[in-house]
């Protein structure tokens, strides 16, 4: 059965592609140059750390904000938490739920999202956290009947969203495991914040902000990704609010487009102490100027909405562009980060996952960290595990139990749990 998804995903894959213009070729990847590193705009070479989170760090994050995510607005919105179910003995016992309602609101408009929450009864005390977005409601990570549908559900369940029933993604959601092993996880959907629609924009926190103006977007203002990202920091405040909580142990793990958010938002918010990119692909892991799989034009062509309008400067133009993705894991240091790929995940580039996680080594080295120390893509199923952290393992873009148990054995050494 497997083997015959695999099949039709590739099938599928190699039809994006022809009609795409997409290559999957290594030996066609032309030899290219990265940004560098540790050197600031102005030629100064950067030696040490505070020179690297004063002058070069500050510099990155601004490129990154005005050329490919947008800026994160610097005013808030008001943010109310409202419990709306709590349950000692949820999971058979094994964990507390809790469901609680965000009223996101700037006086005039609100929007709401809800999030999702386990947490053991084992061991009591403060326990660490994943925090992640999911792809299609909360209930859609769980056969628990009390888990409650998602506020924009009726907006997004339209035609292509026919497959959000109850339970349809528990395997990526390796709740039991999480739990056994004494975590915490928090999840909410990603269409909540922002609807993954261009369509939509109104109905997103966006939209909430004062600069908003429905018919004009500013060339680096902010999109979807950038949405996503904030709304994982909200997340993380209410957690702060938490007494079971571990608000020093915060991991967040993002597949696919949120491993896009996911790497945007722990380069933004240091309270993300783990951030892991689960085959997150163009715009996330993979480096740009490889061209390999999924491009800038494809992603902005396909996805009009996810990032700035500037990135769309760069269709066809990688090498223009002022950076590289070994940059934005780079930002993320001191903090722990793990890239993970699938070998079947073409599209995704896993070799320029892999890369941009190795390339990022020079930041981590100036806190004398442990990053990954060769260029050659480790075997299947040989996870690397020093402060950065990196896999492949077999199959299709996806999560997979594999995958939860390796961010789960990540966790381990760098929250000592
Ligand atoms: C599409 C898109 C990718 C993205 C993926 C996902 O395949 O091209 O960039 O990562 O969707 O989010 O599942």
């Avoid at 005013?75 to 938490?81: D, P, R, S």
């Avoid at 990704?225 to 405040?237: L, M, T």
């Amino acid at each position: 059965m497997r083997a015959y998804i695999g099949l039709i995903v590739w099938l599928v894959t190699m039809c994006l592609c022809a009609q795409q213009n997409v290559d999957y070729d290594e030996s066609k990847v032309s030899a290219y140059l990265l940004p560098y590193l540790l050197k600031s705009d102005n030629g100064e070479k950067i030696t040490g750390t505070d020179q690297w989170e004063k002058k070069r760090r500050p510099e990155l994050l601004e490129l990154f904000a005005s050329q490919v995510y947008g800026h994160t607005p610097a005013g808030n919105i008001n943010v109310t938490y409202e419990i709306l179910t709590e349950e000692p003995s949820a999971m058979k016992g094994k964990a507390t739920s809790k469901q609680v309602k965000f009223v996101f609101s700037n006086g005039k408009k609100s929007t709401e999202a809800i999030l999702l929450m386990y947490i053991p009864n084992q061991p009591a005390g403060k326990v660490p956290v994943f925090v992640g977005y999911n792809f299609k409601g909360n209930h859609s990570t769980t056969l628990d009947t009390t888990v409650l549908y998602s506020p924009v559900f009726h907006l997004v369940k339209e035609p292509g969203y026919s497959d959000w029933e109850r339970g349809i993604q528990t395997s990526r959601w390796s709740y039991d495991k999480i739990i056994d092993r004494g975590y915490a996880v928090a999840t909410m959907c990603y269409h909540d914040i922002f609807p993954d629609n261009p369509e939509l924009r109104d109905h997103s926190i966006v939209s909430l902000f004062p600069d908003y103006d429905p018919e004009i977007i500013d060339p680096d203002e902010w999109q979807a990704i950038g949405a996503w990202a904030w709304g994982s920091s909200r997340i993380v405040d209410f957690l702060e609010t938490q007494e079971r909580i571990d608000s020093n142990k915060i991991a967040i793990m993002g597949h696919s487009r949120q491993g896009k958010a996911a790497l945007w938002a722990g380069a933004q918010d240091e309270r993300f102490r783990i951030v892991i990119s689960n085959d997150s692909g163009c715009g996330g892991a993979a480096l740009f100027r490889r061209k390999f799989g999924e491009t800038i034009e494809v992603i902005n062509k396909n996805f009009p909405h996810w990032f700035c309008k500037n990135f769309r400067q760069y269709n066809n133009r990688e090498e223009a562009l002022p950076i590289d993705q070994h940059q934005l894991i780079a930002l993320i240091a001191p903090r722990k980060v793990y890239v993970a790929s699938a070998e079947e995940d073409l599209w995704a580039d896993p070799r320029g996952e892999f890369l941009s996680a190795y390339h990022a080594g020079p930041v981590y080295h100036l806190y004398g960290l442990k990053t990954i120390d060769s260029d050659k893509m480790p075997e299947l199923h040989k996870p690397i595990m020093g402060d950065i952290g990196y896999h492949i393992r077999a199959g299709v873009h996806d999560v997979t139990e594999y995958d939860w148990e390796r961010y789960l054995d990540f966790a381990d050494v760098h929250f000592d749990n």
